[in-house]
């Protein structure tokens, strides 16, 4: 079985579309309390957001890069250009410089964190990855999209033992799903203890998930 490629070897995750709008939620919301600067600022995220309705996101990025502009203490809007680079356009570089500016704006951001974690890891600096997904995991309820992107991140540092923690605590903190099993089996393959792989493999097989029939073959 030939495990499925990730998009040029890169670690990247699907853009959940609550998160999306709930994004777009905190920057009106923003809006509403008078910190823009422009009247501008207003007019680009409109702009932007159209944009993005018909997946434009050249485009809609532009906008909201003149927005920022405007309106620089905008740390959610910064992430949201971050998010756009990183899943949509797949530009790291860019990804990486926004999400900076959104922590330099808000520490706290934990998405900013992520995203950060992601583009540097695409780009092979290991030492700011490895920072930045440390910041987006240690608090006490990290996101599951976090704690997957991590696991991916130290199995393909090879460190195997560390990879299995955080599919742990994955599992204890939002229960196995067929992505942990899958991966947990992997590692196991790769660290050459395979009754811990057939074990991991077999409750794949057994838990009701939908498995590619090739997987199933596989396993």
Request: proline share 3%; glycine share 4%; hydrophobic share 40%.
């Amino acid at each position: 079985f030939k495990w499925p490629d990730q998009a040029q070897n890169n670690l990247s995750f699907q853009a959940d579309s609550n998160i999306v709008q709930q994004e777009s939620l905190i920057i009106r919301q923003q809006e509403r309390q008078g910190s823009v600067e422009s009247p501008e600022a207003r007019e680009y995220i409109v702009l932007g957001k159209e944009a993005e309705k018909i997946e434009n996101f050249e485009t809609a990025v532009q906008f909201y890069e003149k927005a920022l502009d405007k309106w620089p203490g905008n740390s959610k809007l910064a992430n949201k250009i971050s998010s756009i680079y990183l899943v949509q356009l797949h530009q790291n570089a860019k990804a990486l410089y926004y999400a900076k500016i959104a922590l330099e704006k808000d520490p706290s951001n934990i998405d900013a964190s992520l995203n950060a974690a992601i583009a540097s890891a695409n780009m092979q600096d290991r030492a700011k990855a490895s920072m930045y997904f440390t910041q987006c995991t240690k608090g006490k309820k990290p996101a599951k999209e976090a704690l997957l992107s991590f696991a991916a991140f130290k199995e393909e540092q090879q460190v195997y033992g560390e990879a299995l923690q955080v599919l742990e605590r994955h599992d204890a903190l939002y229960g196995e799903d067929l992505a942990t099993l899958i991966s947990s089996a992997r590692i196991y393959d790769k660290m050459g203890k395979q009754q811990q792989a057939t074990e991991k493999y077999n409750t794949a097989l057994l838990s009701g998930f939908i498995l590619p029939p090739d997987l199933a073959k596989f396993i």
